[in-house]
């Protein structure tokens, strides 16, 4: 009997293995077929920087700021000036390689996270992830790093929910060093930290540390140590939308005025000026519902263990794309891969998930097609029902912690009576 399990076992792994290796050589073929493709963002931005610092000299043009990149990325960019390969392949090449590190992540997070059949759940994990469309597009036609950010982002959760925070903070500083909009998971690492009670928030500190160490070759080069993080300030101020493509609560706002305008045969008001109006109230209710999340779950007293770090995670990273002003689509990325971490968790959120996903693939062929066929405000309204549904899942998830911990306290005082 036990020769027949082993033997069947063993079966079921190489079955496992076929499928992992049929998964990564479809993937990558639809990646080969799609390295030609092209966007706005690389035609305009992308391949002409990377032309920039090839002509400048490469490596000794780090201490010269090239478009909006931070150090570490155009470090990678003038090194990559080196090899004869196509500036477009470059991007596209590097961005493709952490679409299987991400892949692989995912696929660990759900072994941990599962009970049964824990390869097999892994292995569709990492299918599901590296076949994503969006992942698909975002790094093999946009030529967009989302997937490095976001990979360097889920170890610093998982490391976190190992309760190594200081590992966590230095690999989360990787994360941001390299992408802006790792910012989204700093607010569940702030949480985790104040759940703890422990005198941790000074690994926080790492974060500025590490984004400078990775920086030190255009340090040395001639760069200030304030320029690791002016390029960011300088970010956020390049665009003056209230709404960019996102179909966030702001998304609604912004198509009313256009829509206001059109009736109205001008324009009502524009788009700077809605913009002025509206990203300070913005800012400030989107820090008023983190606050409010956040001040929710140390009430609760929630676990810090990986399901519930990957949910608060998610739900904090989905308010601050949604509610924040100028985002553009891709921001999303983040939560949307934790939605599909979530879908393991729970298999009722599956139907979320898809209607998710649907949304966010609507909008980067809005981008990449210069098409919108369906309204901004549409989508939004869409969006923020899924948001919705998402959050009655956390307070479901929050009262079962809080039960169980009862149910705890209740079984300590029973034996200490005993």
Not at 101 to 119: C, E, P, Q, T, W
Not at 275 to 304: D, E, F, S
Request: glycine share 4%; charged share 15%.
């Amino acid at each position: 009997m036990k020769e027949e399990k082993n033997t069947a076992a063993q079966s079921f792994n190489k079955k496992l293995l076929i499928a992992g290796i049929l998964f990564f050589i479809t993937g990558t073929i639809i990646r080969i077929a799609l390295r030609d493709m092209t966007s706005g963002d690389s035609d305009m931005f992308l391949v002409p920087w990377f032309d920039e610092i090839k002509s400048a000299g490469g490596f000794s043009n780090l201490g010269t700021q090239v478009g909006d990149y931070n150090i570490l990325y155009q470090t990678i960019i003038a090194f990559f000036t080196y090899i004869p390969i196509k500036a477009l392949y470059a991007y596209k090449l590097f961005s493709c390689i952490f679409d299987v590190f991400l892949a692989v992540m995912s696929g660990y997070i759900v072994f941990r996270l599962s009970d049964k059949n824990r390869h097999a759940r892994a292995f569709t994990a990492f299918g599901l992830v590296f076949l994503s469309p969006i992942v698909i597009l975002n790094s093999s036609w946009w030529a967009q790093c989302d997937a490095i950010y976001t990979f360097f982002g889920l170890a610093s959760l998982f490391l976190l929910s190992k309760k190594k925070d200081m590992a966590a903070l230095i690999v989360y500083g990787v994360a941001f060093t390299f992408k802006l909009q790792a910012v989204f998971l700093l607010p569940v690492i702030v949480l985790v930290l104040f759940i703890r009670k422990k005198p941790h928030l000074l690994y926080l500190l790492f974060i500025p540390v590490v984004m400078v160490v990775l920086s030190l070759p255009g340090i040395i080069s001639g760069r200030s140590i304030t320029d690791v993080f002016t390029i960011y300030f300088s970010q956020t101020s390049i665009y003056k939308s209230v709404a960019l493509n996102y179909p966030s609560v702001w998304g609604l706002a912004a198509d009313t005025v256009h829509a206001a305008s059109y009736f109205a045969g001008k324009e009502v008001i524009s788009s700077e000026q809605l913009y002025n109006i509206l990203k300070y109230p913005a800012i400030i209710i989107t820090a008023a519902a983190l606050g409010t999340i956040m001040l929710l779950c140390l009430k609760k007293k929630v676990h810090t263990d990986l399901k519930s770090i990957i949910l608060m995670a998610f739900i904090l990273s989905y308010t601050c794309v949604l509610f924040l002003p100028s985002m553009h689509e891709r921001y999303g990325f983040v939560y949307e891969i934790l939605a599909l971490l979530i879908a393991f968790i729970d298999r009722k959120t599956i139907y979320l998930l898809c209607m998710m996903y649907t949304v966010t693939l609507i909008t980067y062929i809005h981008f990449l097609s210069d098409c919108y066929f369906v309204p901004i405000s549409v989508l939004s309204a869409v969006n923020i029902f899924i948001y919705i549904m998402y959050l009655r899942k956390l307070r479901i998830h929050l009262m079962s912690v809080r039960n169980k911990n009862k149910e705890h306290m209740k079984e300590q005082s029973t034996k200490q009576t005993e």
